[in-house]
């Protein structure tokens, strides 16, 4: 999506969001933290981290 499309289309998830759950599939972290509540990270088809950005920032900033 060109950046204006891909900018309405946040809109239209933002507005259905309230009412219902969206599952997103996306390679982009920030659409990730702008849209969702939770975010799951795959890798080989499985589920290697799961949870809020704040959460995924922490655990894989490599600070510990």
Do not use: K, M, N
């Not at 507005?15 to 219902?20: A, H, I």
């Amino acid at each position: 999506l060109d950046p204006a499309s891909r900018q309405s289309l946040w809109g239209v998830l933002r507005r259905w969001s309230v009412e219902r759950s969206i599952l997103l599939v996306s390679h982009y972290l920030d659409e990730a933290e702008t849209l969702g509540d939770r975010v799951c990270i795959l890798s080989e088809g499985r589920v290697r981290c799961l949870g809020s950005t704040h959460f995924l920032r922490e655990r894989l900033s490599g600070s510990d």
